[in-house]
């Protein structure tokens, strides 16, 4: 397994930052983009799943990393709770839906088994000296 030095090197953090491009893709091509507070708050969304791993990435430490981790979780889980009200509202087709929402539940699971591995792990963080 490669080392992971830095949050770009994170699959999770990849994956959040494809959901993003996706998203800015909606709001382009969909009626999404017409409405200011849907888009605004999709946005917000999106955003912070990228930026709650590279927060808590950043603070060294398994147990704060694994705290970021569970607000990115939650906010996937807002995200793709937003995409159906959306699709309900025919404001997306069910194929854009589908698209987005695959890859919005796969960060859900990757961010769980990154959770759980990082429960599991003797190396605390650079924080703890590597220490338990």
Known sequence: M????????LVTWNLAREICIDF?????TTNLGKRYSMKDQMDRSSGFIMDNIAEGFE??????FINFLSYAKGSAGELKSQLYRYLDKKLISQLEFDCVSIKVELVKNKIGAFMAYLNNCEIKGLKFGNKQ
């Open 2 to 9: 490669a080392k992971i030095e830095k949050f770009e090197d």
């Open 24 to 28: 800015e893709n909606l709001f382009e």
């Open 59 to 64: 603070r060294n430490g398994n147990r704060e």
